[in-house]
């Protein structure tokens, strides 16, 4: 799945050891997407790894497009939610339209010296 969302929060990284001995680490981002009505999103990214190779993007203020996968596991009867990233990508940026120049109007057409000093006027207008 995806979702696309400005960065609101980064929370601190939490590290452990597993029960094999094995060191672990996570760090949770919160997104808010840019709709009508804007919905908010808490995600985690799981090893060190990875939190160092997305680091530079997931920067609060900055426009990511998050790639992820959901999953659930029991613990003491209660079913929590996992949303775990497995890629972060800056949004392309669309190019922006060419937009095509505007028609220039014709200038009016200059006044006719000639007419003007003989006092004789060339258009039908009564006044």
């Not at 949770?28 to 709709?35: A, R, S």
């Not at 990875?50 to 596991?73: P, Y």
């Not at 190019?95 to 000639?114: L, V």
């Amino acid at each position: 799945m995806e979702i696309q969302g400005k960065v609101i929060a980064v929370l601190a990284p939490r590290e452990g050891t597993s029960k094999t001995g094995n060191p672990w680490k996570v760090q949770e981002y919160v997104i808010e997407t840019e709709e009508q009505y804007p919905k908010k999103m808490c995600f985690e990214i799981f090893g060190n790894d990875r939190i160092s190779q997305f680091a530079s993007m997931l920067v609060v203020g900055n426009t990511v497009k998050v790639s992820f996968d959901i999953d659930a596991r029991q613990w003491n009867d209660r079913w929590f939610n996992s949303i775990r990233a497995w890629k972060v990508e800056l949004p392309m940026q669309e190019p922006m339209a060419e937009i095509p120049p505007q028609a220039i109007p014709e200038p009016f057409p200059p006044a006719q010296p000639e007419a003007a000093a003989t006092g004789e006027s060339t258009d039908d207008l009564p006044f």
